[in-house]
C-alpha cells in the first residue's frame, strides 16, 4: 500500500526550533509537499521537493532523502501563529498525491 | 486571500435535503479538484476536472454528484446523505494538471449531515 507516515501532535516553545518528520511509501515518487492548514482555514502551500537536500525559506526549510522516503520540515524561531497543522503530501509515480493525516503543531510561550 | 472562494461556509442538513456547495476560482487555473476533510485523517480525493473535464472519481458515492460548467466554477450537488458525511469539504485549483503543481484551496464547506 501507499501512505504517509507523520506524528499526530507536537508541541514545541515560542522561540524555539521544531522538526516534523514524515515518512512516506509510495509507489514511485514524483516529489513532496509541505502544507500548513490553521484551525478551520484552508490549506497553504509551503514547499515543493523533488531533489534531495535542504531547501531554505525564511524561518521554515525543508529537507528531502529520496533514498531514505523521508522528508522534515523545520520550523526555526517559533512563534505563535505557527500554531497549525502540517501536512506532509507525496506525489506518486502515476502523479496521484498521498496525503498524510497531518501534524498539529502547539507552540506554548 | 480571495483566489478560491466556496459559499456556503457553514451547512447543516438533513438526510432527505438537496443542497449544492459551490466554488469559484479567480487564479486562471486548468485544474479543480473536490476534497473531503475529516478529523485527523487524511484528505480524501473526491473528483478531479481538468479543462472542465472530469479526469478522477475516487469511488465517491452517487449521491455526490460533481458539476463543472467552467474552467472557473465547480458545483458538489448532494442529495440523500448519511451522518458520516459529516465533513469539511474543501475545494482546489492548480494552474498544471499533473499534481506537481501548487494547490490553492478555499476556505471549505464545513457540512453537517443530521
Known amino acids: 500500500g501507499q501512505n504517509i507516515d507523520q506524528p499526530t501532535e507536537m508541541t514545541a516553545t515560542e522561540g524555539a526550533i521544531v522538526q516534523i518528520n514524515c515518512t512516506y511509501q509510495t509507489s514511485g515518487f514524483n516529489g513532496l509537499f509541505w502544507y500548513q492548514q490553521h484551525a478551520g482555514e484552508a490549506p497553504t502551500f509551503l514547499s515543493y521537493n523533488v531533489l534531495d537536500g535542504l531547501e531554505e525559506k525564511g524561518r521554515f526549510s525543508s529537507f528531502l532523502s529520496r533514498s531514505k522516503g523521508y522528508s522534515y520540515l523545520l520550523l526555526k524561531e517559533l512563534q505563535m501563529k505557527d500554531s497549525a497543522s502540517y501536512l506532509c503530501v507525496s506525489v506518486n509515480s502515476n502523479y496521484q498525491l498521498i496525503w498524510g493525516a497531518g501534524t498539529k503543531l502547539i507552540i506554548k510561550p | 486571500e480571495t483566489g478560491v472562494t466556496q459559499t456556503p461556509r457553514h451547512l447543516v442538513m438533513g438526510m432527505t435535503n438537496k443542497k449544492s456547495l459551490k466554488c469559484e476560482q479567480h487564479?486562471?487555473?486548468?485544474?479543480m479538484y473536490w476534497y473531503k476533510q475529516s478529523a485527523k485523517k487524511p484528505l480524501e480525493l473526491m473528483f478531479v476536472y481538468n479543462f472542465k473535464e472530469q479526469t478522477e472519481n475516487n469511488s465517491v458515492p452517487s449521491r455526490f454528484s460533481p458539476e463543472c460548467p467552467n474552467s472557473s466554477h465547480l458545483f458538489l450537488h448532494l442529495h440523500t446523505l448519511q451522518p458520516e458525511d459529516s465533513a469539511l469539504y474543501l475545494c482546489a485549483s492548480s494552474q498544471g494538471t499533473d499534481n506537481t503543481d501548487t494547490q490553492y484551496f478555499g476556505p471549505g464547506t464545513r457540512l453537517t449531515v443530521l
Open positions: 487564479l486562471g487555473h486548468n485544474a
